[in-house]
């Protein structure tokens, strides 16, 4: 059998080759940031595939959540392009990026802790804007039932009328990023799904976060190597804003450079 050749898109920006986004669903092109003359983020290229779990690991302030925060147009980078889905969206808002496609949970997860499961879902729907809105819209029943579907899968179909300030840390976890998920993004971030989770819970979100990728795409930020582990996807290594290295955990693991830098302190 001959093995299908990757084309190489390394040495080209993604508007000079017609056929990288049938390859890359996200694109990161040589990207800076730059905080007071300070380099946050200096990475060369970064591609995330289609229906891809791509796992970013490495130590404090490597840049992870500012990578985050440049995908999602929380931060202009200082140089370089982000491309998704076949198009520059370098400039556009973080709005814009939202409704285009990518949908993010943050390190703290954004749940409101007096609305009850099903009203924190009820918020994600689109077309909802704001509390009192979705107070009186009337959900049609395909729409009741993707909300409990969700909920089945993150085991939270029988607390729908549970405050959400009840919920374990667990819960609060899957609560945000199933109504993430209602919003139909086709590339998830989601930021550190399992620290502070018992082992038990993290698992689960192991299980949740593959099977999302039947669907989605997914950058998963992560210290837990257990957990990394678990998730058995190809990982990227950022170290003081680049990218180390990248390949699998054990590929990663045994990397001199990783283990100097990161794994070995
Ligand atoms: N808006 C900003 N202004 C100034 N410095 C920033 C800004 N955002 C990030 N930085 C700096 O960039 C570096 C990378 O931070 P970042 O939060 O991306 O790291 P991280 O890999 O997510 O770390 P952690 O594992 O602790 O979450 C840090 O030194 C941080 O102080
Ligand atoms: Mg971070």
């Not at 076949?86 to 400039?91: A, L, N, S, V």
Request: negative net charge; charged residues 30%; glycine residues 8%.
């Amino acid at each position: 059998m001959v093995a299908a050749t990757i084309p190489d898109y390394k040495n080209e920006r993604p508007d000079q080759n017609q056929l990288w986004d049938k390859k890359y669903l996200l694109f990161l092109s040589e990207i800076t940031a730059v905080f007071d003359g300070f380099k946050a983020l200096d990475l060369e290229h970064i591609g995330v595939m289609h229906n891809e779990l791509r796992v970013v690991i490495g130590p404090n302030g490597a840049g992870k959540s500012t990578m985050c925060d440049v995908i999602t147009g929380k931060t202009r980078p200082t140089t370089g392009s982000v491309w998704f889905g076949g198009e520059e969206i370098t400039k556009k808002s973080e709005d814009e990026i939202v409704r285009i496609g990518i949908g993010r949970k943050f390190q703290t997860p954004t749940v409101y802790d007096s609305l009850t499961v099903y009203e924190n879902m009820e918020l994600s729907l689109p077309g909802s804007k704001g509390i009192f809105a979705m107070l009186t819209a009337r959900r049609n029943k395909t729409e009741r039932d993707r909300v409990m579907h969700l909920l089945e899968r993150v085991r939270l179909a029988d607390d729908v009328d549970t405050e959400a300030r009840y919920l374990s840390h667990g819960q609060r976890q899957w609560l945000a990023i199933s109504s993430l998920i209602l919003s139909q993004p086709r590339l998830l971030l989601v930021d550190e799904p399992a620290a502070g989770l018992t082992d038990s819970e993290t698992e689960l979100t192991g299980e949740l976060l593959l099977e999302l990728k039947k669907e989605h795409t997914l950058i998963v930020i992560e210290h837990d190597m257990d957990f990394v582990r678990q998730l058995n996807s190809r990982v990227t290594v950022l170290c003081e804003g680049r990218s180390m290295a990248e390949g699998s955990l054990e590929e990663v693991k045994t990397n001199p450079e990783v283990i100097e830098a990161y794994l070995g302190r």
